[in-house]
């Protein structure tokens, strides 16, 4: 079973950036469509971004043009560039495979706030 760790998070203000970071083990990874997605309190995990094994990208209208997600197959890890931060995107964030999930790691806290 593929185990992800993600890392990265932490509290940054209004308009500031963060880069998430999520390595998996296993080759597997390497064919495999991956995505970020965050929880926030008291809501349902929802999806934030997806990068395929070709690289084409995918964003949720709410983070398009802010984030951006990427992957180095070399390190096993897909990334998650965070810019103009908002107070709604405070959450936990994940990373694991579009569509047959594997088990989810802990995730990393994003707290948006002054």
């Known amino acids: 079973q593929v185990q992800l760790v993600e890392s990265g998070g932490g509290l940054v203000q209004p308009g500031g950036s963060l880069r998430l970071s999520c390595t998996a083990s296993?080759?597997?990874?390497?064919?495999?469509?991956m995505g970020w997605y965050r929880q926030a309190p008291g809501k349902q995990r929802e999806w934030v971004a997806s990068?395929?094994?070709?690289?084409?990208?995918t964003y949720a209208g709410s983070v398009m043009g802010r984030f951006t997600i990427s992957r180095d197959n070399d390190k096993n890890t897909v990334y998650l560039q965070m810019n103009s931060l908002k107070p709604e995107d405070t959450a936990v964030y994940y990373c694991n495979r579009v569509l047959a999930a594997w088990n989810w790691g802990q995730g990393t806290q994003v707290t948006v706030s002054s």
């Open positions: 296993g080759t597997i990874f390497r064919v495999a469509t």
């Open positions: 990068v395929t094994s070709g690289t084409r990208t």
